[in-house]
């Protein structure tokens, strides 16, 4: 085949303007900057978009008055995190009656004094809380594709000063509730608390709190770090009213109008954060959370949040309500 001075031969090499597909260059620089303004906005921006969740759920025995409980969970603390650290001190003006955490406090082996000081007065009110694996061991990299696989094999970081913690909360009257069943009066409400160690690393021991609670309790709550429904069965099997969880970060990264790719454990993704029912009689609520890990700073569609529990007495046409808020605007309302 000849060719003209008009129509010289393809050599495979591409025209000004194009990548090698053909694709034009200005589409490739667009792509890319999308990418970067989306990196961008993870990392800085909406990891850093705390918000407080609102839920109202009717659980307790009739004639109970209202208990107001906040919900806090997976913290992944490090040091310099100042501006998270701020953030939840402000919850402490919100002046619930019972306050309970679910784990994984700690990113960082020096972060028990920031966690501390970042709780403040929440830790002179009435408490309960339970570990994570990032309460025992620190936070590793690890390969994205691994959320993918429901029994992918986990390794541990460092230890982590979880016994300094533990005595932190404990010297400051919160209970430990890890396979423990206790018993309190919270603002004329009886409740009775269980808890398991995390069963995402094997820890729990659900027959050492088996059976069934004092029927007598307006509240029966059962805490767990990470929501497996083996030990959500169990607990509903006991008689539980409302389970309360974290480790799902809420997905962490999601996409709009179809959520959470994974939730890292066994739990569906209909149920990765909030308030769902767990059986015929349980409420489930998965908290979803207030950090990250250090490796995967980002957070997509699913802000890092604290939630406050107004729990109401079962009565026949009862509606859940759940709803997001910020803090400042809430504290604006509250003071």
Request: hydrophobic share 35%; with cysteine.
């Given at each position: 085949m000849q060719h003209s001075e008009l129509d010289p031969p393809r050599l495979g090499i591409p025209r000004l303007g194009t990548s090698g597909s053909g694709v034009p260059a200005r589409a490739l620089a667009g792509v890319a900057g999308l990418a970067a303004a989306g990196l961008f906005y993870s990392t800085v921006i909406e990891r850093n978009a705390f918000t407080l969740r609102h839920t109202t759920l009717s659980v307790l025995e009739p004639?109970?008055?209202?208990?107001?409980?906040l919900h806090i969970s997976d913290l992944h603390?490090?040091?310099?995190?100042?501006?998270k650290q701020a953030w939840i001190s402000e919850l402490e003006a919100l002046e619930p009656d019972l306050v309970v955490n679910t784990g994984d406090n700690?990113?960082?082996?020096?972060?028990v004094p920031a966690v501390i000081q970042a709780l403040g007065g929440l830790l002179s009110r009435p408490g309960l809380f339970v570990f994570g694996s990032n309460d025992y061991?620190?936070?590793?990299?690890k390969n994205p594709l691994k959320y993918f696989k429901k029994d992918h094999q986990r390794t541990h970081g460092e230890p982590l000063p979880w016994q300094d913690l533990r005595a932190a909360f404990t010297e400051r009257g919160w209970l430990d509730a890890t396979h423990t069943v206790r018993e309190l009066e919270v603002s004329g409400v009886r409740v009775v608390a269980a808890?398991?160690?995390?069963?995402?690393?094997?820890?729990?021991?659900?027959?050492?709190?088996?059976?069934?609670?004092?029927?007598?309790?307006?509240?029966?709550?059962?805490?767990?770090?990470?929501?497996?429904?083996?030990?959500?069965?169990?607990?509903?099997?006991?008689?539980?009213?409302?389970?309360?969880?974290?480790?799902?970060?809420?997905?962490?990264?999601?996409?709009?109008?179809?959520?959470?790719?994974?939730?890292?454990c066994q739990l569906d993704r209909s149920r990765v954060k909030g308030?769902?029912?767990?059986?015929?009689?349980?409420?489930?609520?998965?908290?979803?959370?207030l950090g990250?890990?250090?490796?995967?700073?980002?957070?997509?569609?699913?802000?890092?949040?604290?939630?406050?529990?107004?729990?109401t007495p079962v009565s026949h046409g009862d509606a859940d309500y759940d709803a997001d808020q910020s803090l400042p605007q809430l504290a604006r309302e509250t003071l």
């Open positions: 004639g109970a008055s209202p208990l107001r409980v603390m490090m040091p310099n995190q100042r501006l700690l990113a960082h082996p020096q972060a061991f620190g936070p590793k990299p808890g398991v160690d995390d069963p995402h690393i094997e820890r729990d021991r659900y027959e050492t709190i088996a059976g069934r609670p004092n029927p007598l309790a307006h509240l029966r709550l059962g805490l767990t770090h990470s929501p497996e429904p083996r030990v959500l069965d169990s607990f509903a099997a006991d008689g539980y009213d409302l389970v309360m969880a974290g480790h799902t970060h809420g997905g962490q990264l999601c996409l709009p109008f179809f959520g959470a790719l994974v939730t890292n308030a769902s029912s767990w059986g015929s009689t349980m409420k489930l609520h998965v908290s979803a959370g990250t890990s250090p490796y995967a700073p980002a957070r997509f569609c699913c802000r890092p949040e604290a939630s406050l529990l107004t729990l």
